[in-house]
Nanobody, 125 residues
Framework: QVHLVESGGGLVQAGGSLRLSCAAS????????MGWFRQAPGKEREFVAA????????YHDDSVKGRFTVSRDNAKNTVYLQMNSLKPDDTAVYYC??????????????????WGQGTQVTVSS
């Protein structure tokens, strides 16, 4: 059973930064791509970024490109989301997810098998 635990959320002013972490357990972390999603109040969950396990390729949604960076540390079984230049529109619950394969770094949620419980990020104006 895979267990994903997010941390690092909180309240920050617009223009500030946060780093989210997601610790994974339950199967070989280095064999699976990892993704980040978010869900704002009243909206559907949306893709943010993902990183492969095989070669570290990343894919960021256009809405966060240049501001957010996904990374991973396979030795620590952890994936990160560095968020800079935060905007009020970034306010959401952020979820990490483990993909079905090493190289699935795409947006459709069907490619992700396991999900964390989420961490709240609130950006004040």
């Amino acid at each position: 059973q895979v267990h994903l635990v997010e941390s690092g959320g909180g309240l920050v002013q617009a223009g500030g930064s946060l780093r989210l972490s997601c610790a994974a357990s339950g199967r070989t972390f280095s064999s699976y791509a990892m993704g980040w999603f978010r869900q704002a109040p009243g909206k559907e969950r949306e893709f943010v970024a993902a990183i492969s396990s095989s070669d570290g390729r990343t894919y960021h949604d256009d809405s966060v490109k240049g501001r957010f960076t996904v990374s991973r540390d396979n030795a620590k079984n952890t994936v990160y989301l560095q968020m800079n230049s935060l905007k009020p529109d970034d306010t959401a619950v952020y979820y990490c997810a483990q993909a079905i394969s090493a190289d699935y770094i795409y947006a459709p949620e069907g490619g992700y098998e396991y999900w964390g419980q989420g961490t709240q990020v609130t950006v004040s104006s």
